[in-house]
């Protein structure tokens, strides 16, 4: 190797990948690619994908970068989307599609698992109260539907587990991604044979079908020459545990015990990091682990910058010109409200459910329409916060908006508005990336994840200001109206 050293951060989400590398010791970005997810189906109640897309994917992303840049990569580490299962035979090969987060099939198999344990033992035991999108539901669905499947599988991943397979031939997992798949106590750091046995009957069989759960600063091993050769990497590159997508932008912020995050992306998750677990039977809750050997308290809505992309369709508009028009908005104490369950929703657990536009009236005009879109995929996702203060998790710390509707003046100022306080937008809108990034420097320098963040210049951006004389409590008490109305059960 000639020049500085870099790593590479992977950010591997629903609908792309992408990568960014940076110098080992100073955190500085030299490049950043990225490459779409094809071959997939993303229409909830079905939302899967072939795992070779994202291979595809990631390999693009490489592709792209310069040769002198990909011959001084010494690390790389993975974060991927969350709760998804990727079922492997021995041949080495998928044997059916991956049963992603937002797939809502398995909402039964989900109720049948609370109902048979409790959601007092749930959130006990793993932190979390399973819904549709955890993978033990999903596991339990293709058990039921696929019996046939059972006998051939070899190894149980999560999608971020699959890509470090690819990349070094081991399976392992790390303590943040494990806590979401129902069969992991994060507080006691290890897999709970008794929850996965809820889905699969004699748990003893499939516990070497699981992957070995590996500590935040321990490598998965070195890249095989195959993948080596395929992303044009020398061999000699280290392969960090990867993490889930939530703890790696948790990482990639730098966050302070008390700071909070809302997310835009696909879905849409408000979460905080915390340096002890939470257990919230209500399930709203979600008592995760976090990449650095803490926990990363989360609500997670299956509703978020889709809602505001099928809502620009609607008005023939694209997502500037929405944002445009929320602005233009007037403040209006009759304006129409959207409940934006279209995708059915996770937080609260209605996974039948369909959106509502309450408030309708002949002079509503476009504006309106699109200040509703923006305004209740946050109100969503600010109840989130009060559930996580209603957890006990400390939340007065500063309040970051990150993800691709943090790109959206709209996102930034409506989300200050309901805030009443100052947000900040971070300057890299690439945060899992970066946190990936960490990982992979802090297993090619030796150091723990902490104290290369510590070092890097995370945490910088933009401090947005709330627009002065509108009063965001009064949005959101609006909101959660009709909310209450449309969907009383919720509220139970």
């Given amino acids: 190797m000639v020049g500085r050293a870099l790593v590479a951060g992977v950010d591997s989400s629903t609908q792309s990948a992408k990568v960014e590398l940076r110098e080992l010791d100073s955190g500085l970005l030299v490049d950043r690619t990225s490459a779409p997810h094809t071959h997939s189906l993303w229409e909830p109640p079905v939302s899967e994908q072939d795992p070779a897309t994202w291979w595809e994917a990631l390999s693009a992303c490489f592709a792209q970068l310069t040769d002198a840049d990909r011959a001084n990569v010494v690390a790389v580490s993975v974060a991927g989307q969350q709760h998804g299962l990727v079922l492997v035979g021995e041949d080495g090969e998928a044997l059916r599609p991956a049963k992603l987060w937002n797939d809502t099939t398995s909402a039964p198999q989900a109720r049948d698992l609370v109902a048979r344990h409790g959601r007092e033992q749930w959130a006990r035991r793993c932190g979390s109260v399973p819904l549709a999108s955890f993978t033990i539901a999903k596991l339990a669905w293709v058990l039921k539907h696929e019996p046939e499947l059972a006998d051939r599988i070899a190894q149980v ?82 392969v960090g545990p990867g993490t889930g997508d939530n703890m790696g932008a948790a990482l990639g912020l730098g966050l302070k015990s008390g700071d909070t995050v809302i997310s835009l992306g696909t879905s849409g998750t408000a979460y905080s990091v915390s340096t002890t677990p939470t257990s919230d039977p209500t399930g709203a809750v979600a008592g995760f682990a976090d990449a650095a ?101 400390e939340s007065s710390g500063r309040l970051h908006l990150i993800g691709g509707g943090a790109r959206s003046v709209a996102y930034r100022v409506r989300a200050a508005v309901l805030h009443s306080e100052p947000i900040m937008v971070p300057d890299d809108d690439e945060t899992v990336a970066l946190g990936a990034a960490v990982q992979a420097a802090a297993v090619a320098s030796g150091r723990h994840p902490t104290d290369v963040a510590a070092d890097w210049p995370l945490g910088l951006g933009t401090l947005v200001e709330p627009p002065p004389g509108i009063d965001g409590r009064e949005v959101r008490a609006r909101y959660a109206e009709q909310q209450r109305r449309a969907f009383p059960s919720s509220s139970e």
């Avoid at 699981?210 to 020459?225: M, N, Y």
């Fill in 293 to 393: 050997g803490g926990y990363l308290p989360l609500v997670c809505t299956l509703n978020a910058t889709r809602v505001t992309d099928t809502v620009s369709h609607w008005l023939g508009v694209d997502a500037v010109e929405l944002a445009a028009l929320a602005l233009a908005a007037p403040e209006n104490a009759t304006a129409p409200v959207l409940v934006p369950y279209f995708d059915g929703e996770r937080t609260p657990d209605l996974p039948d459910a369909t959106g509502v536009l309450a408030a309708l009236r002949n002079d509503t005009t476009r504006e309106e329409l699109a200040l509703a879109a923006h305004d209740g995929v946050l109100c969503g996702l600010f109840e989130g916060l009060d559930a996580l203060r209603s957890a006990g998790v």
């Fill in 157 to 238: 991943m999560l999608p971020h587990d699959w890509l470090t397979w690819r990349l070094t031939g081991a399976h392992v997992t790390d303590r943040g991604d494990a806590s979401g798949t129902g069969w992991f106590d994060p507080a006691a750091n290890e897999v709970a044979p008794d929850l996965l046995g809820l889905a699969v009957g004699d748990p003893n069989g499939w516990l070497p079908r699981l992957p070995r759960v590996l500590e935040s600063d321990q490598a998965a091993g070195p890249i095989t020459p195959k993948a080596a050769a395929a992303l044009g990497l020398g061999d000699s590159v280290l």
